[in-house]
């Protein structure tokens, strides 16, 4: 990735700062650490590939060199996204389904932290928090795209088919990729804590008013089996839990370790 037309590109943005690197480790240990020091709200750090990218508990998510988006944002959360994670998952997830569907592809969201096209996983969201003592201080939000079919990782790699931006038709660059990814979520965020933020993030939902069985997942990759529930998907609340319609009455999800499938 050519830096110097990434930040020719990003310079009519409103960001905090720009950190670019070839290669690392993952994006979110640099922003989380840039996040301790002195980063400015909307701060971001983009790298061309990463060695040790993660998803949610320790899970590896795959950037392989010259095909894929890796960023992270880092936030100086408002009061409500600092209680709500949920709100700023879904405001990635959002912005990049908005801007995905704008070019006319059927984007949708797995909740809580998936983008998927045409029922495939194109795009992966990892929220993580810097605390001062019980206060959130910073907030990051970490967003891997694959964008090239050879960022798509083989089969035993994911648990989920895997699809790629260009796979589907759109043949975008990385860059303009990214400078309209980040318009997006930096229109969409003033939103954060209305009606109609929900209503849009409802609206982008896979499987809605679908059966779907969701699980509870621990830290060392097994399913809490005993923990799972079967209903149909009904839509969200306004703090971005989940609602699921079961035999035993309504029930609301919570942001978290959750793993969710479509029943067949
Ligand atoms: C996620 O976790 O989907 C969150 C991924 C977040 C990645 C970004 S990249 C920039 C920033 N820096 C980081 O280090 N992370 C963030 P989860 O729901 O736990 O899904 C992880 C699972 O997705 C893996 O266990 C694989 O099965 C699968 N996977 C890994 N790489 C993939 C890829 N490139 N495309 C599709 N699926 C993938």
Known sequence: MDEIRLRKRLA???L???????????????????????????????????????????????????????????LHPTPIEGEHFALLSGLGALALTRLLKDHGLAASVKWPNDILIAGRKVAGILVEAVWLGDKVESVVVGIGVNVLPESIPPDKEAQFPATSVHSEG???????LLHDLLMSIASLRPLI????????????????????K????????????????????????????????TPMGVQKINYGEIRLRPVK
């Open 170 to 176: 759109l043949m975008i660059d990385r860059i303009d």
């Open 214 to 245: 969701v699980w509870t997942e621990s830290a060392n990759e097994s399913l809490l089996a005993d923990a799972s529930r079967t209903g149909i998907l009904r839509g969200l609340d306004p703090d971005g839990s989940l609602i699921l319609d």
């Open 193 to 212: 804590g209305s009606e109609a933020f929900i209503k849009e993030w409802e609206n982008a939902l896979a499987f809605k008013n679908e059966p779907v």
């Open 16 to 74: 905090g700062g720009i950190r670019f690197l070839q290669k690392t480790a993952s994006t979110n240990d640099d922003a989380l650490a840039w996040a301790t020091e002195d980063a400015n709200d909307l701060s971001l750090v983009v790298a061309d590939e990463q060695t040790a990218g993660r998803g949610r508990l320790g899970r590896r998510w795959i950037t392989p060199p010259g095909t894929a988006l890796a960023l992270s944002l880092i």
């Open 12 to 14: 009519d943005l409103p």
